[in-house]
């Protein structure tokens, strides 16, 4: 896992920071854990679905955090979380300074270790994550973005135990 996430910070800092539209920054907590996430996107030249007011976009968000156990029943453990995910938006197509967006998601995220705490076991380091979010865009170039998502987490079955982790998480955005 170490290699990995050495792999991908190198990815990051070798890549011309003009080419990153946007930063990001995630909080959130559920199942007796807590999450914190950083991440960068990158849109898509592609939008669906132009005819009417509202048009369907996209783009890549690749993120590193952390999730904290906080259970009663002990062994409390801190999860490493690497993560790249393409992500689907239904926004205005003409919005003004205020815009709001729904987005849904689903990617993947390596984490270690395998264990959050006492009773949450994940089977694998592989897990999908998809998750479904509202927000706005505001500024005066829409550079400002604050979302809700619900994420869901866990390895789709390929590996036992299963137990996945739901988070509700709050997202703040800087668009460039």
Known sequence: MKKICWLISTLFLSCNALAVD???????????????????????DKQWFTDGDWLVAGFWEASLGT??????????????????TPVFR???KKPGEFAPYAEA?????????????????FGSTFQFGD????GVRFGGHRQFDLG?????????????????????????????
């Open 22 to 44: 946007s930063v990001s920054v995630e909080y959130g907590n559920g199942d007796a854990a807590d999450m914190a996430r950083a991440g960068v996107s990158w849109n898509w």
């Open 67 to 84: 999730w904290r156990g906080h259970s009663v029943t002990g062994g409390n453990q801190t999860v490493t979380d690497v993560g790249l």
């Open 90 to 92: 239904l926004q205005q």
């Open 105 to 121: 998601a689903i990617g993947f995220h390596l984490i270690t270790p395998t264990l959050i705490y006492a009773n949450r076991r």
């Open 131 to 134: 998750h479904v979010g509202l």
């Open 148 to 176: 809700y998502r619900f994420q869901h987490l866990s390895n789709g079955g390929l590996k036992k135990p299963n137990q996945g982790i739901n988070f509700n998480q709050i997202r703040f955005a800087y668009h460039f």
